[in-house]
C-alpha cells in the first residue's frame, strides 16, 4: 500500500496579504489513516478545504485518485466527488431535514437509487456510526454535538467513499464519546479500507487511529512519518506538542503502533 | 467462511457488488431460486451497500456466502452486526381522513393563534416595562446603537418613502382631476389630496414600507443570534436581550416613523401640486392658498399621531417573531415572512380601528 491517492506539490493559499501555505508538498498513501497538526490557525482547515475543491490555491496542483482536481472538467470532478466523504468539523448536516434524509441525500442527488433501498441503505450506515434507529426520525437541531458528528460521519460514508476527510471528529466530545469514535473510524476504514485523511487536535486519536501523522507549520508540512519518528523530531513545535503533558498522559503504555 | 458441504453447485457472483452495481446484482440475485450457496470468490469490489445487499438476502432467503476474502468477511460482519443492532424504524403509518378531523384542525388552529397573541402581548408587556424603566433611568439606553437602528431603519429609507408618496400623490391628483373636471370643481383636488395623504395614505404605505424593510430585518438579525446561541450567551452573563436588542431597535422606529410619515407627507403634496398644476393648471400660489384656507392643521396631526404606534407594531412584532426562531434555518425563513406579513396585518387594523375611534370622536 504505498501508491499515493492524493498528491499535492507546491501549494500556496493567501486571504489578501496572510500566506496559509507556501510551497507545501504532501502525500497521502491507499489505505492509510494520515493525522494533520498543528497549531490552531496553522491552515489545517484550509488545506482539507483546498484538496476537497472548496477554496481554490493560489499556486500549486492537487492529484486525487488519478484525477488533476483543479483543472479537471465538470464530469471528471464528479466521479472524484463521488468517491469522497467529507465530514465537517460540526456535522454540517442540513437542518431542514431529518437525519436519515441528510443520510440519503447524497444517494438521491448523486446516484438514481429508488427511495426503498435508499432508506434501508440509510438505516444501516446510521447503525454502523453507533446511532440509535430512532435517531434517523430526529431533525439536526433535536441532536447532542456527538450525535450530529456521528449523523456527519454517517452523510460522509454515504456513498461508500474510498477517501474519507474528516475535520477534528472529536474535538467538543466526551473522553469516552471520542474514543469510540476513534474506534469507529478504525473498525470502519479496516472494514472498508478506507483512506482516511484526519484532521486533529487530539492526541488520543492519534495514537488510536493514525498510521501517518503530517505536522503542519511554517506554511507547510514540517514532517511526516509514523508517531515513533515524530517523538524523535527536533524542531521545537513538534517536539513541545508530542513531549508536553498532555502527551505523556495519552502514550498508550505499549508505545505507538 | 469456508464453502463447506453444499448440495447445490454454488452460484458465482462476479466483478464489483457496489453502490453503483446494486441493480444487477440485485437482478442475479432475484433470478435465482432461494437457499442457495453463493461463491463470493469472483467479486472484486465489496461496499458497504453491496454487503448489505447480501447479508439482507441471505437472511432472508436462507442462503450461505462463501469464498469471501478477509476483508469482505470483515465487512460483512460490521454490516450484519450493525443490521442487528439497527431496529427497523416504524414505517409513518398512511393517515386516513376521519370524520371531525377539520373540526380539530379547525380548533388547533384557533388555539394555536390564541396562544401566539397571548405571547405576543405578554412580550409587548415586557418591552412596555423595560422602555418605562429605561425612561426612569435613561443612562442604561444603549445611544450608539440606538442611533444605529435609526440610521439603518430611518434615514436610508428616506429615498424610497419619498418617492412613494411623491408617486402616490400624482396619482391622487390625476386620478382626481378625471373625475371632479366632470363637475368644473377642479379646485376641490387639492382637498382631496391634501386629506387623503395627511390623514390616511401617507402614514399608512410609510408604515408598510417599513414594516417589509425593517420586521424582516430585525427578525433576520435577532433570529441568526438565537440560533447562534448568542441570546443565551447574553442571558448567562447577566445581560438582557430586551435592553440590548430590542429597545433599540423598537425606539429607533417610535423615532423615526413620524419623520418618515411627514418626509411622504411633503412629497405626497409636491407631487400632486405639480400634476395639479400640469393637469389642471392649478398654479402652486392657488394651490396653497387652498390648502392653507381649506385643511385643517388637525389632519396632519391625525396622521401624525398613528405613527410611533405603528411602529411599536412593527419594531415589537419583528423583535418578537426574531426571539421565536428556533435552532433551524428553516424556522428563521418562515418567521422572517411571517414577521412581515403580521407587522402589515396588524397595522392596517389598527388604522381601521383608529379610523372608528376619530369617527365616533367627530375629529
Ligand atoms: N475565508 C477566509 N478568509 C480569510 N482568512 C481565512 C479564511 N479561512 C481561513 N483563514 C485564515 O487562515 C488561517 C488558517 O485557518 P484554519 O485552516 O481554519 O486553521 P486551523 O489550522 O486551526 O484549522 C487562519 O489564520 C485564518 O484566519
Ligand atoms: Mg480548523
Known amino acids: 500500500m504505498t501508491d ?36 490552531s490557525g496553522s491552515g489545517k482547515s484550509v488545506l482539507l478545504r483546498t484538496i476537497v475543491g472548496l477554496q481554490h490555491p493560489a499556486e500549486g496542483t492537487i492529484d486525487v485518485l488519478g484525477t488533476d482536481v483543479l483543472t479537471a472538467d465538470a464530469a471528471h470532478l464528479r466521479n472524484v466527488q463521488n468517491r469522497w466523504g467529507v465530514m465537517f468539523q460540526d456535522g454540517a448536516l442540513f437542518s431542514s431535514l431529518t437525519v436519515r434524509e441528510n443520510v440519503a441525500a447524497p444517494m438521491r442527488e448523486r446516484l438514481g437509487i429508488d427511495a426503498e433501498t435508499r432508506r434501508a441503505l440509510a438505516d444501516l450506515r446510521i447503525a454502523m456510526v453507533g446511532l440509535p434507529a ?64 484526519l484532521v486533529t487536535h487530539d492526541l488520543d486519536t492519534l495514537h488510536a487511529t493514525c498510521d501517518r501523522i503530517a505536522v503542519l507549520a511554517e506554511k507547510k508540512v514540517l514532517v511526516t512519518g509514523t508517531m515513533a519518528e515524530m517523538l524523535r523530531v527536533d524542531q521545537p513545535w513538534v517536539h513541545a506538542y508530542f513531549h508536553g503533558p498532555r502527551a505523556h498522559a495519552a502514550q498508550p503504555p505499549a508505545g505507538g503502533n | ?11 458465482a457472483l462476479q466483478g464489483p457488488v457496489t453502490l453503483a452495481s446494486l441493480g444487477d446484482t440485485r437482478a442475479f440475485l432475484e433470478s435465482h431460486p432461494d437457499g442457495r450457496a453463493l461463491d463470493l470468490s469472483g467479486v472484486t469490489m465489496l461496499d458497504t451497500a453491496g454487503a448489505w445487499l447480501l447479508t439482507s438476502w441471505q437472511a432472508g432467503k436462507g442462503g450461505t456466502l462463501t469464498g469471501a476474502n478477509a476483508a469482505q468477511t470483515l465487512l460483512l460482519e460490521t454490516v450484519t452486526e450493525a443490521l442487528a443492532s439497527a ?18 384542525e379547525t380548533g388547533k388552529a384557533v388555539s394555536q393563534v390564541a396562544v401566539g397573541l397571548g405571547e405576543s402581548l405578554g412580550f409587548l408587556g415586557l418591552v412596555m416595562a423595560r422602555l418605562g424603566w429605561t425612561i426612569l433611568h435613561p443612562t442604561r439606553l444603549r445611544l450608539t446603537a440606538l442611533v444605529h437602528h435609526m440610521h439603518q431603519a430611518g434615514l436610508n429609507a428616506v429615498p424610497i418613502v419619498a418617492l412613494m408618496g411623491f408617486l402616490i400623490g400624482v396619482v391622487l391628483a390625476f386620478q382626481g382631476a378625471s373625475q371632479l373636471q366632470q363637475f368644473g370643481a ?10 387623503s395623504i395627511l390623514r390616511e395614505l401617507g402614514i399608512l404605505l410609510t408604515a408598510i414600507i417599513v ?23 447574553m442571558r448567562v452573563l447577566g445581560l438582557d436581550p430586551i435592553e440590548l436588542l430590542v429597545l433599540p431597535r423598537v425606539l429607533a422606529l417610535v423615532l423615526m416613523l413620524p419623520v418618515l410619515g411627514f418626509i411622504a407627507n411633503i412629497s405626497g403634496l409636491v407631487g400632486g401640486g405639480l400634476m395639479a398644476w400640469a393637469e389642471l393648471g392649478i398654479s402652486p400660489g392657488m394651490f396653497r392658498t387652498q390648502l392653507l384656507n381649506n385643511t385643517d392643521v388637525s389632519h396632519l396631526l391625525i396622521g401624525l399621531i398613528k405613527a410611533p404606534v405603528f411602529a411599536m407594531i412593527i419594531g415589537v412584532v419583528g423583535c418578537h417573531q426574531g426571539m421565536q426562531v428556533k435552532g433551524d434555518t428553516e424556522s428563521l425563513g418562515s418567521r422572517t415572512s411571517r414577521s412581515v406579513v403580521v407587522a402589515i396585518f396588524l397595522v392596517i387594523v389598527v388604522d381601521a380601528l383608529f379610523s372608528i375611534f376619530f369617527a365616533l370622536w367627530g375629529i
Open chain 2, 1 to 11: 467462511m469456508t464453502a463447506g458441504a453444499v448440495a447445490p453447485e454454488p452460484l
Open chain 2, 87 to 104: 431496529v427497523p424504524a416504524p414505517k409513518p403509518r398512511p393517515v386516513h381522513h376521519q370524520a371531525g378531523d377539520t373540526l380539530a
Open chain 1, 4 to 39: 499515493p491517492i492524493i498528491t499535492i506539490r507546491g501549494l500556496t493559499n493567501r486571504f489578501g496579504k496572510t500566506v496559509v501555505h507556501q510551497g507545501l508538498d504532501l502525500d497521502v498513501m491507499r489505505g492509510e489513516v494520515l493525522g494533520v497538526v498543528g497549531a
Open chain 2, 186 to 195: 377642479e379646485v376641490f383636488v387639492v382637498d382631496l389630496i391634501a386629506i
Open chain 2, 211 to 233: 414594516a417589509g424593510r425593517s420586521a424582516s430585518a430585525f427578525t433576520a438579525a435577532i433570529g441568526s443570534m438565537k440560533m447562534r446561541e448568542e441570546i443565551d450567551a
Open chain 1, 134 to 197: 430512532s435517531a434517523g426520525d430526529l431533525s439536526p437541531s433535536d441532536l447532542s454535538g456527538g450525535m450530529r458528528k456521528r449523523a456527519g460521519l454517517a452523510r460522509a460514508l454515504s456513498l461508500d467513499p474510498e477517501i474519507l476527510f474528516l475535520d477534528e471528529p472529536t474535538a467538543g466530545l466526551d473522553p469516552i464519546g471520542a474514543s469510540e469514535f476513534d474506534a469507529l473510524i478504525t473498525a470502519l476504514q479496516k472494514a472498508l479500507g478506507l483512506t482516511v485523511f
